[in-house]
């Protein structure tokens, strides 16, 4: 299993990035799939997730209204839309599968690489 993220980079505060995550050797159609993030020093948090239809997602309470999860299943890829950006944002951010139910990083079976999101104030 690959989960492959790009998108990430250098953005002022208040910008926008939009990261996307390519995922192979699985059927994508049957993992839920999310996003986590880990700033220098800090343990993995949650940061969104959704279905594996699609239909429906959840988001840490710290970027609700600002970010957005999305995927296609045709193209097995899953984005997140990140809006109005903040400096303690900055970290890396990882694509992650799973076929379980949760949001507990040791509930999410497959991770990627990761993508460094770094905002400046």
């Known amino acids: 299993v690959q989960l492959q993220a790009s998108g990430g980079g250098l953005v002022q505060a208040g910008g926008s990035l939009r990261l996307s995550c390519a995922a192979s050797?699985?059927?994508?159609?049957?993992?839920?799939m999310g996003w986590f993030r880990q700033a220098p020093g800090k343990e993995r948090e949650f940061v969104a997730r959704i279905s594996r239809s699609g239909d429906m997602w959840s988001y840490a309470d710290s970027v609700k209204g600002r970010f957005t999860i999305s995927r296609d299943n045709a193209k097995n890829t899953v984005d997140l839309q990140m809006n109005s950006l903040k400096p303690e944002e900055t970290a890396v951010y990882y694509c992650?599968?799973?076929?379980?139910?949760?949001?507990?990083?040791?509930?999410?079976?497959?991770w990627g690489q990761g993508t460094q999101v770094t905002v400046s104030s």
């Open positions: 992650t599968a799973t076929t379980y139910f949760g949001t507990a990083a040791d509930r999410w079976e497959y």
């Open positions: 050797g699985l059927t994508f159609s049957n993992y839920r």
